[in-house]
Each structure stands twice: as C-alpha cells, then as structure tokens.
C-alpha cells in the first residue's frame, strides 16, 4: 500500500473515533448534572446500540448496492455533525432520545463503512489492517486526554459534566464529512444483486447454532453484554462521584492498554487456545466490577486504576478474540453474516437490555444526598458475569483447530465496538 494511501486511512480510522470518544464517555456524567435520571441515561446510551442493530441494514440497502462507500460516510459524518450540535443543546430527556437515536442510526453505519474503504484500499488486509486500526484507539485516547486533561487547564473547570464535549464531537463530524470526500474511492460492491433483510443482519448464521459450542459462544456473548454496560454508561459518572479528577483523561489508560494486548492476541492465542482466551476475558470484567465495588479515591486508588488498565484484556480477549472464533467457525460464504450477526447480538440485543437494566439498578441505588451507593451497584454486573462465565466454562468446547487460528483474518474485522 502506498504511504499516501496509508496515511488518508489512518487519519480517516483516528478522526472515526475521536468522535464516537469525544462524547460517549462523558455523557452520562453531563446528563446526570442536568437532571436526567440513570434510567434516561441508560435509555439514551442504548440508542448506539439500536444503531448497531439496524446499521447492516442501512449500509446494505446504500453504501453495498448504489453509491460509492466514502460518499455515503459523508453525508451520514455531516448530518451526524448538525444532529450532534442540536442534541448538545436539548434537556428533555425523551426529545433528548429520539434525536440521538437519529444520530446513531447515521453514526454506526460509517464504523462499517470505514472498514469497507480500507479493505478495498488493501493488499493483504491480515498485515495491514491492524496497523490501520489502531489509530482509531489512538484517536479516541486523543479526545479523553484533551476532555479530561487539556481543556480543562486552559479553562481552570472541568467540561466532563458540560455540553462541550457533545459539540466536540459535533465539529469533530463536520471535519470527518468534509475529509471523506477526499478518500480513495470504494465503489458499491452488490450493484448487481439485492440482498435479504435477513442477509444484512446476518440471520443466515442461525443454522449454525445447531452446533451447540457456537450457540453457547452467540448465548453467552449477548449475556456478558448486558453487565458491559454498566462501564460503558456509568464509569465516568461513578469516577467523577468518587472525586477523581481528570477522570476522562484517566479513563483513556484503558485504551492504552487496549492496543498492548491487541499486539499480544496473536501469541496467547497460540499458548492458550479459543476457550481460555474468552475466560480469561470474562474474568477481567468479573474482577473489574470487584475492584470497582471495593476502591476509592483515597487509600485504594489503586483498584480503580487497575480496574480502567484492565479494559484491554476485558475488551481483546472478549471481543476481539470471539470474533475471530466467529470467523474460523463460519463456511467463507457466510463469514461476513456471520460477523454481522455476532455484532447485532452484543452491540445491539445484548447491550440495548443492559442499557435499560443498568439505568433502572443505577437509580434504585441513589443515596439520601443524590450521590449511589457504587460498591452495590459494581457488585450486581459483577455477579451476572460471573455466572456467565461459569456456564461458558462447562458448556463451551474448544475448536480442535483453536491453535492454527489467523489473529487477523483477511475476509474482514468488525473491532469497531465502544471503548
């Protein structure tokens, strides 16, 4: 691949994700501040996942049959930019929802997209994909580090409980409209044929739950989903409550580490296999919530920040690895089907329930003084994945192929979910 061609990749894959991060983390500290209660909150986190859930649809119906992918990333980054600019100034919660929504369904398309205009852009996407990748990471530490850190030294107040990071993100998206124009072009790939609703959400992976490994992993994947949430909504709010400061910057430790074991993925696979790798994953985010329950911003500090390092093991060996899993087990016909459907039962089902149940646990716990009772909050999806993880332990058989796995298959990746 040519350096000129590289480098228009990874400044498209770090400004994607500058976005998705500018705002994500720290909405639900900045929604809570205005009044919104957790179960508003968490039914405004789920609207990326209703997103995840439809977004096959939108790009197979537009970007895979009539226009060319990096002109539909473009309209949907510039409608996303005015979407974004109106949500930072509204404070009813259900008005609040629906225009996010709106947002979501134009934002998760272009994750897809994005990865679309790379392949098309590759030679060998096994060597060259993850190098592309991550700068996506990259560009979400970025945008915690000026939000948490920067910002708020050159204003002297912290912008975590504001609307400032929503219209980050809002000119963020204008910027990555604008840029996308400037991307190789990626013509639309199914011109010539017209692809089932049930192809686009990858449906056609059902007849593979009839191994009952795989419908373990797709069952067991959609329940660790719904605890996931809890970080994904609440973390921010839970550390900013504690009283540490910069608590966005801080957070961006667990991208850090993020990119650490994704370059590791492919030596421990081969040491220890599918099945220990997503143990291994879902006894991070087991031991996460603990370390959560259990740690404060004075003498055990250090429990938080262990819990935050710990997202790259709980998100690469999880995630990551299962989608590998995914595609190694699916026939090459279906791989990408495959992947869709895994992607529509963690990011979409799994995580829209745990949106709506973290919200409601959230809010039964709020103490006399409107602050929560954290250590039993952590402890609940502490608990759930706990079990999900036993049941994953006695009911899933490893690959007998485990060991041969390619880390990074060529026929496509989706590590695209939210940091």
Same mark, same amino acid.
């Given at each position: 691949?040519?350096?000129e061609?590289?480098?228009?990749?990874?400044?498209m894959m770090f400004?994607?994700?500058?976005?998705?991060?500018?705002?994500?983390?720290?909405?639900?500290?900045?929604?809570?501040?205005?009044?919104?209660?957790?179960?508003?909150?968490? %039914?405004?986190y789920? =609207?990326?996942?209703? !997103? $995840?859930?439809?977004? &096959?649809? #939108?790009?197979g @119906? /537009?970007?895979?049959?009539?226009?060319p992918?990096?002109?539909?990333?473009?309209?949907?980054?510039l409608?996303?930019?005015?979407?974004?600019?109106?949500?930072?100034?509204?404070?009813?919660?259900?008005?609040?929802?629906?225009?996010?929504?709106?947002?979501?369904?134009?934002?998760?398309?272009?994750l897809a997209?994005?990865?679309?205009?790379?392949?098309?852009?590759?030679?060998?996407?096994?060597?060259?994909f993850?190098?592309?990748?991550?700068?996506g990471?990259?560009?979400?530490?970025?945008?915690?580090?000026?939000?948490?850190?920067?910002?708020?030294?050159?204003?002297?107040?912290?912008?975590?409980?504001?609307?400032?990071p929503?219209?980050?993100?809002a000119?963020?998206?204008l910027v990555?409209?604008?840029?996308?124009? %400037?991307?190789?072009? =990626?013509?639309?790939? !199914? $011109?010539?044929?017209? &692809?089932? #609703?049930?192809? @686009? /959400?990858?449906l056609?992976?059902?007849?593979?739950?009839?191994?009952?490994?795989?419908a373990?992993?797709?069952?067991?994947?959609?329940?660790?989903?719904?605890?996931?949430?809890?970080?994904?909504?609440?973390?921010?709010?839970?550390?900013?409550?504690?009283?540490?400061?910069?608590?966005?910057?801080?957070m961006?430790?667990?991208?850090?580490s993020?990119?650490?074991?994704?370059?590791?993925?492919?030596?421990?696979?081969?040491?220890?296999?599918?099945k220990?790798?997503?143990?291994?994953?879902?006894?991070a985010w087991?031991?996460?919530?603990?370390?959560?329950a259990?740690?404060?911003?004075?003498?055990?500090?250090?429990l938080?920040?262990?819990?935050?390092?710990?997202?790259?093991v709980?998100?690469?060996?999880?995630?990551?690895?299962?989608?590998?899993?995914?595609?190694?087990? $699916?026939?090459?016909?279906?791989?990408?089907?495959?992947?869709?459907?895994?992607?529509v039962?963690?990011?979409?089902?799994?995580?829209?329930i745990?949106?709506?149940?973290?919200?409601?646990?959230v809010?039964?716990?709020?103490?006399?003084?409107?602050?929560?009772?954290?250590?039993?909050?952590?402890?609940l999806?502490?608990?759930?994945?706990?079990?999900?993880?036993?049941?994953?332990?006695?009911?899933?058989?490893?690959?007998?192929?485990?060991?041969?796995?390619?880390?990074?298959?060529?026929?496509?990746?989706?590590?695209d979910?939210?940091?």
């Amino acid at each position: 691949m040519r350096f000129e061609i590289r480098s228009k990749l990874s400044i498209m894959m770090f400004l994607q994700f500058f976005i998705w991060g500018s705002w994500n983390v720290t909405m639900g500290t900045y929604l809570l501040n205005i009044g919104f209660d957790a179960i508003s909150v968490g %039914a405004s986190y789920s =609207t990326m996942n209703w !997103g $995840a859930i439809f977004a &096959p649809v #939108i790009v197979g @119906m /537009l970007a895979d049959r009539f226009f060319p992918a990096q002109h539909v990333m473009a309209i949907l980054h510039l409608a996303g930019a005015a979407l974004l600019w109106w949500i930072s100034s509204l404070t009813d919660p259900t008005v609040f929802f629906w225009t996010l929504l709106a947002y979501a369904l134009c934002y998760m398309p272009t994750l897809a997209l994005a990865n679309a205009v790379a392949f098309n852009q590759m030679d060998d996407p096994g060597k060259e994909f993850p190098g592309i990748r991550v700068m996506g990471t990259l560009g979400w530490i970025a945008v915690g580090l000026i939000i948490g850190g920067l910002v708020p030294t050159m204003t002297g107040a912290s912008i975590e409980a504001t609307n400032i990071p929503l219209r980050i993100g809002a000119v963020s998206s204008l910027v990555m409209g604008l840029y996308c124009f %400037a991307l190789p072009h =990626t013509p639309p790939g !199914g $011109a010539n044929r017209k &692809p089932s #609703i049930g192809e @686009m /959400l990858g449906l056609e992976t059902l007849a593979l739950m009839k191994d009952r490994s795989f419908a373990v992993f797709i069952i067991g994947s959609l329940l660790i989903s719904i605890p996931l949430t809890f970080y994904y909504n609440f973390a921010n709010a839970f550390l900013n409550e504690t009283g540490m400061e910069n608590a966005a910057g801080k957070m961006t430790l667990g991208q850090m580490s993020e990119v650490i074991f994704l370059v590791l993925i492919p030596v421990c696979l081969v040491r220890l296999g599918v099945k220990k790798m997503l143990l291994v994953g879902m006894a991070a985010w087991v031991l996460r919530y603990v370390m959560f329950a259990f740690g404060n911003n004075d003498t055990l500090v250090s429990l938080l920040y262990l819990g935050i390092i710990l997202h790259g093991v709980c998100f690469d060996f999880f995630f990551v690895t299962g989608q590998i899993y995914v595609d190694r087990f $699916a026939p090459p016909h279906i791989r990408s089907s495959a992947q869709g459907f895994i992607h529509v039962a963690t990011y979409g089902i799994g995580m829209v329930i745990g949106s709506w149940a973290s919200g409601t646990i959230v809010d039964r716990y709020v103490t006399p003084d409107n602050l929560h009772d954290w250590q039993s909050i952590w402890l609940l999806p502490a608990g759930m994945a706990f079990l999900v993880m036993l049941g994953f332990l006695f009911f899933f058989r490893e690959p007998l192929a485990s060991h041969s796995f390619n880390p990074f298959p060529d026929t496509g990746d989706s590590y695209d979910t939210p940091r």
